[in-house]
């Protein structure tokens, strides 16, 4: 399990658990690698519910790479994440939260 004060969220990839975090490095691949916008546009299109698979692709691999996997954005396209599309949606979401906000 992924500890919040790190800002740590454990992702499940097949068998193995990936401990994934936005560090500043994977923050600015991230936006780097963002198709519009810069990350404040990002985290409002996951607060409205704007947001593409794109997006949440690239925030899961932010956060993997911010957690020390070296794989790319196309090894995760055949990936059944837990809950579905809304489940991977739910990781991107909680590990932008994690990199914005202290937990309680």
């Known amino acids: ?3 919040p004060f790190a800002g740590e969220v454990a992702i499940t990839i097949g068998d193995a658990v990936h401990e994934a975090k936005l560090t500043l ?3 600015a691949e991230l936006e780097a690698n963002l ?3 810069s990350l404040i546009d990002l985290v ?3 607060e409205g519910g704007a947001f593409s698979s794109r997006d949440v692709i690239a925030v899961i691999v932010a956060g993997l790479r911010g957690g020390g996997w070296r794989g790319q954005a196309g090894d995760l396209l055949a990936v059944e994440f837990a809950g579905g599309p809304l489940g ?3 990781l991107a979401a909680t590990l932008l939260a ?4 202290v937990p309680q």
């Open 98 to 101: 994690s990199a914005f906000t």
């Open 88 to 90: 991977a949606a739910k």
């Open 25 to 27: 490095g994977a923050l």
């Open 44 to 46: 409002a299109r996951f």
């Open 1 to 3: 399990m992924g500890n």
């Open 35 to 37: 198709h519009s916008g």
